[in-house]
């Protein structure tokens, strides 16, 4: 049976980055038979895989030269302390849009104040606020574009009189974006771009150095860009999978095209949330994230919450539960789940209604 990946990450990634990796583990291309797990980082061959995965970021999302980019360890929760680290002087806006939002919000209230600019918790984070005031003092503003558990995106570049930072850990590389709107731009990779393991940070350089706090040298994003992403031993493996994916990414037609498929992908499911009887959509419909589908049993049938996922898991879907905040299910449509992988949910869940009104 044919499994369909509907994980919220680590999740589905292309075939082909995988089987390349698969090889590069047992050969890596032009080392004569060393595994890419055992050779040196400062080495020839790792610098050609760390340069092209930071060329084909910088090609893909059209990064403007007076930005960098770096592949760091620590999950994208590190993000949330080295940030305020690196820019908080004094105060720093953030929009409260869920739970990560809320962790990076306590992290940078350890190095100074942090005003909550706007927050969907009244409404159990199901919406992205919209036109709020940002205070034009703020060293920065943070958002965090993509709402994992939620289900909620920004579907647009927003403007600010600030410092923009963004969290885009769950919907990097899933539309054209303007990267001139943003001064800092971070995530974990594990989604749409590769496997858990590497982090990525892309800044406007000029941002940097102006608090007055000494900073730890792995901290510090000047060392790592100085060193381009090996001031410590890199996560080779990790870079080497998301050259492979950004690889792919190019070679369907980039952005564009990906934006597309994404599109097409949500639209066909949350058709059928729409339509059928049994379910309904938690997040409102203009801030529906095309990387997290959520949805919940429609009123009266919540009862069939587990009978449904055991179904949709007999037919070979996994990943579908809902983050134990929202319940209900989870369909995360990153950018390497095939379309068919979505109308074969969507026949599921038709079958289902059959069986139940
Ligand atoms: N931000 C968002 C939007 C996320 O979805 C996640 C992980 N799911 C994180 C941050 C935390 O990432 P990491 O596990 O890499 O620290």
Not at 207 to 216: W, Y
Request: with cysteine.
């Amino acid at each position: 049976m044919k499994i369909h990946n509907f994980n919220a990450g680590p999740s589905i990634l292309p075939r082909e980055a995988i089987e390349n990796a698969a090889k590069a583990i047992l050969n890596l291309e032009g080392t004569g038979g060393l595994s890419l797990l055992e050779i040196s980082h400062r080495t020839k061959d790792y610098e050609a895989i760390n340069d092209e995965a930071n060329a084909l970021m910088r090609e893909l999302l059209g990064v403007p030269d007076n930005y960098k980019i770096i592949f760091v360890g620590g999950g994208a929760s590190t993000q949330f302390f080295h940030i305020p680290y690196n820019l908080l002087e004094k105060k720093a806006g953030y929009v409260n849009t869920g739970v990560w939002a809320k962790k990076a919000i306590k992290d940078a209230k350890l190095f100074g104040n942090v005003e909550v600019v706007a927050s969907s918790e009244d409404k159990n984070f199901s919406y992205i606020p919209k036109g709020f005031n940002i205070p034009t003092d703020l060293d920065y503003l943070h958002i965090t574009t993509n709402n994992t558990i939620y289900g909620t995106e920004y579907h647009a570049d927003i403007d600010s009189p600030v410092n923009l930072v963004a969290d885009m850990s769950s919907d990097i590389l899933s539309r054209p974006m303007d990267v001139s709107k943003y001064a800092l731009i971070y995530g974990g990779a594990q989604k749409n771009m590769g496997p858990a393991g590497v982090t990525f940070v892309i800044v406007r350089e000029d941002i940097l150095g102006k608090v007055s706090r000494p900073l730890p040298a792995m901290v510090d994003y000047r060392n790592a860009i100085e060193c381009d992403s090996m001031y410590n031993t890199p996560p080779v493996f990790a870079v080497f999978v998301v050259r492979e994916t950004l690889r792919w990414l190019k070679s369907i037609g980039g952005l564009q095209e990906m934006y597309r498929r994404n599109k097409e992908k949500a639209g066909i499911l949350y058709d059928e949330i729409d339509r059928n009887k049994l379910f309904v959509g938690p997040a409102v419909k203009e801030d529906r994230s095309l990387m997290n589908i959520c949805f919940v049993m429609a009123p009266g049938y919540e009862n069939l919450s587990d009978e449904f996922l055991a179904f949709a898991k007999s037919r070979g879907m996994i990943g579908l539960k809902g983050h134990r905040l929202v319940g209900g299910f989870r369909a995360s449509t990153y950018n390497a789940l095939p379309k068919e992988s979505v109308e074969y949910l969507v026949a599921c869940m038709q079958e289902f209604e059959k069986m139940h009104v």
